[in-house]
């Protein structure tokens, strides 16, 4: 299994409120991306990196902002917290593929279930 | 930018029957195609993933899948389903000579199994 991290696995916050999840590899892979997941929606990317603070937004970015300082860790901040923003929420990394600097086969955390009250 | 289609939200199979879950996607050139399963409750594990050469993939847990470009399809296969292959599962496109581009995942279709 891909060396991958994410913390809180479950958290329950109050409107309003920040909250940061956090991402930890041990693969060094240059890729790192937050994704969420909810019920007829699939898997949508709310923002990506593609190296130490380089990063860029995502189809659902709007309300969250990303910090990747090392290579190891990537973080996802909700300012404020909404009930909207209730979801599981997965990490992932990746690799190039073969011979290429274009984004290959993606690894996944576990995810992390956010519940917004 | 490239796209990707689920057609089947849900599919049932009896266990033992073939399964066959439909991937179309949209995209200027030959793109690259991956198929993840999701279990309740888990993150996503690759099943098999194509990048260029034979358009046959063979993958994990018995899956393959062909990739088609006259039919722009990556439709994942398997020859006898079992009841431990209840989950959702995911195709995803990838853009060629496209540096950073991430991947675009399908809205899923979920599998169940019965007796």
């Known amino acids: 299994d891909a060396g991958i991290t994410q913390s809180p696995r479950h958290k329950v916050t109050e409107t309003g409120t920040p909250v940061t999840l956090r991402c930890h590899q041990t693969?060094?892979?240059?890729?790192m991306y937050w994704y969420r997941q909810d019920p007829g929606h699939g898997l949508r990317l709310i923002h990506y990196?593609?190296?130490?603070?380089?990063?860029d937004k995502g189809e659902v970015s709007d309300g969250y902002s990303v910090s990747r300082s090392k290579t190891e860790d990537f973080l996802l901040t909700l300012e404020s917290a909404t009930s909207s923003q209730t979801s599981v929420y997965f990490c992932?990394?990746?690799?190039?593929?073969?011979?290429?600097?274009?984004?290959?086969?993606?690894?996944f955390g576990e995810g992390s279930r956010l519940t917004v009250l | 930018a490239q796209s990707v289609t689920q057609p089947d939200i849900h599919i049932t199979v009896s266990e033992g029957a073939s399964l066959e879950l439909r991937c179309n996607y949209s995209?200027?050139?030959?793109?690259?195609l991956f198929w993840y399963v999701q279990s309740p409750g888990q993150g996503l594990q690759l099943l098999l993933k194509?990048?260029?050469?034979?358009?046959l993939v063979q993958g994990i847990k018995g899956f393959e899948a062909e990739f088609k470009r006259s039919q722009s399809s990556f439709n994942l296969r398997k020859p006898s389903v079992h009841w431990s292959d209840a989950a959702e599962y995911f195709c995803?496109?990838?853009?060629?000579?496209?540096?950073?581009?991430?991947?675009?995942f399908g809205k899923g279709t979920r599998l169940s199994v019965i007796a």
């Open positions: 992932a990394i990746s690799s190039p593929a073969p011979g290429t600097y274009d984004t290959g086969e993606l690894f």
């Open positions: 693969e060094n892979h240059r890729y």
């Open positions: 990196s593609y190296g130490v603070k380089d990063t």
């Open positions: 995209y200027g050139a030959t793109p690259y």
């Open positions: 194509y990048f260029s050469g034979d358009t």
């Open positions: 995803a496109v990838g853009a060629r000579y496209s540096g950073n581009t991430p991947l675009v």
